[in-house]
């Protein structure tokens, strides 16, 4: 895959993960800056998304992380990984 496709790509999975909806916020997690990385898979790896939650024990991590995990399998199909980062959340300035 080129430079250009891989791009495309990523691009195609940001714009699937803005409809996730952080349940207690009601943003995106896009918009709410949860998304911190995405690595397209290539030779049967798996596509890789890095997130942090906005709380250490969200009680929804569950289904967040299984959302981010269906809506990328749409765009690029299996497998996907979802990695939970131990950084800190901060809202983007000026969100709030």
Same mark, same amino acid.
């Given at each position: 895959?080129?430079?250009? #496709? !891989?791009?495309?790509?990523?691009?195609?999975?940001? !714009?699937?993960?803005?409809?996730?909806?952080?349940?207690?916020?009601?943003?995106?997690?896009?918009?709410?800056?949860?998304?911190?990385?995405?690595?397209?898979? !290539?030779?049967?790896?798996? !596509?890789?998304?890095?997130? $942090?939650?906005?709380?250490?024990?969200?009680?929804?991590?569950?289904?967040?992380? #299984?959302?981010?995990?269906?809506?990328?399998?749409? $765009?690029?199909?299996?497998? $996907?990984? $979802?990695?939970?980062?131990?950084?800190?959340?901060?809202?983007?300035?000026?969100?709030?």
């Amino acid at each position: 895959m080129s430079i250009d #496709q !891989t791009i495309a790509k990523v691009d195609e999975v940001m !714009t699937a993960l803005y409809d996730i909806h952080d349940p207690e916020i009601g943003m995106s997690i896009v918009d709410l800056d949860l998304i911190k990385g995405v690595e397209i898979g !290539t030779d049967g790896a798996p !596509t890789e998304i890095k997130m $942090v939650l906005t709380t250490p024990f969200c009680p929804w991590a569950g289904e967040l992380i #299984q959302s981010v995990k269906a809506k990328t399998e749409e $765009v690029v199909g299996p497998p $996907v990984k $979802v990695t939970l980062l131990a950084d800190r959340w901060e809202p983007p300035p000026g969100l709030f």
